[in-house]
């Protein structure tokens, strides 16, 4: 992941945007959880109503003891006006932490697409600067094909990658971790036995992504191949057919052709197994957490039945952010085999400069880009 420190660099000039999108995500993540964090008082309050009685806790407000007080003072609305009335308070305040969480998610999401077009239009921008300095020789050397590829196909694969960059860095791990803390709150031993089987998730999709960045980066070059011959054959078709070589150069395309596109498969099929083995292993968990979670509660150990379904709730919360991890890292895998690939030109560039007579030339005109070029 040490190529992404060009993207990173791109992105500091993003810095405010970035801050204000990681504030908009810490914001959603915060609300989505008060409106899970209801359902425990909406439980209690419909299956023990009045029978209980809440006394006010000894501690003053904090976020250890949230919970307590909200039941407090949702069982003295309650007492006070019905168990009606308290059931809707309950539900309003969930239709209005579910808007406010969403709206900051909508805001987060309008901060993004800037921060995304802007370092696309950057790397575009500098990439054709360099191609406007090379020298002739560059061109019959290296095959347009390859350059043309990392223009369209390349390009492509980074901004993706900055969305996984930004998402596998910021939304998905501050989710993950907001959801944990409040897990380890709600009961440690509980959650001390579901912090032990995570790393065996980690471990599995960890592998899967370095398998997906070695194929990527295969695929990429084969692309560039294709590509390359494709222009070899534009550009000499009258040779090809003076020659009678249409089988032969056929056959080479054909043959880049199908391997290419067995390897895509390949991409793909991992690809695709990614999210679904997140998931199964997340229902795995869940069915374990089933089990000892139930065993606490039936003994009476730490834990009553309504914290132990929002505990539940809150868990399977963090099946889809960790779903939405994988895809996130297999985009950004991707990516980087598209970054591995684009620092060629500039070594060749060099190399060119060393020559005697080879001095590159610079564009008289241009768009100057605002950082300099790591291409």
Known sequence: MKRFALIIKYLRVQKANIVWYTLCMLFSVLFSLVSFALV????????LGSKEVINQPAQAFSFENA??????????????????????????????????????????YRLLAPIRNHVMTE???????????????????????????????????IEWSIIGTLEGLIR?????????????????????????????TGFVIGRLSRSLKR????AQKELGVLLSVVDETLSGLRVIKAFNAERKIGDKFYGI????????????????????????MGVTLLACILWFGGELVLNNQVMDAGDFITYIILFSQIISPAK??????????KGSAAIASRPSIRAIQMAYSSWPGGRCSSPSSGRASSISSPV
């Not at 391997?259 to 099929?269: D, E, S, V």
């Open 40 to 47: 425990a008082p909406f439980l209690k309050m419909i299956f």
């Open 257 to 280: 052709n199908d391997g290419l596109n067995t390897l895509r498969n390949k991409i793909a099929f991992r690809r695709d197994l990614g999210s679904p083995l997140s998931e199964t």
């Open 67 to 108: 919970t307590a007080w909200l039941d407090y003072y949702l069982f003295s609305w309650m007492h006070q006006h019905g168990k009606t009335y308290a059931l809707a308070a309950i539900c309003i305040m969930v239709v209005v932490t579910t808007l406010i969480k969403n709206l900051f998610l909508y805001l987060s």
């Open 324 to 333: 939405n991890l994988s895809t996130a890292f297999y985009n950004a895998q």
């Open 123 to 157: 790397l575009r921008s500098n990439l054709y600067t360099k191609i406007l300095q090379l020298p002739i020789g560059f061109f019959t050397d290296q095959r347009k094909g390859d350059i043309i590829s990392r223009m369209s196909n390349d390009m492509h694969e």
């Open 215 to 218: 194929d990527s980066g295969i």
């Open 172 to 200: 998905e791990p501050l989710t993950i971790i907001i959801i944990l803390t409040t897990l380890v709150i709600l009961s440690p031993a509980l959650s001390l036995f579901l912090l032990i089987l995570l790393p065996v």
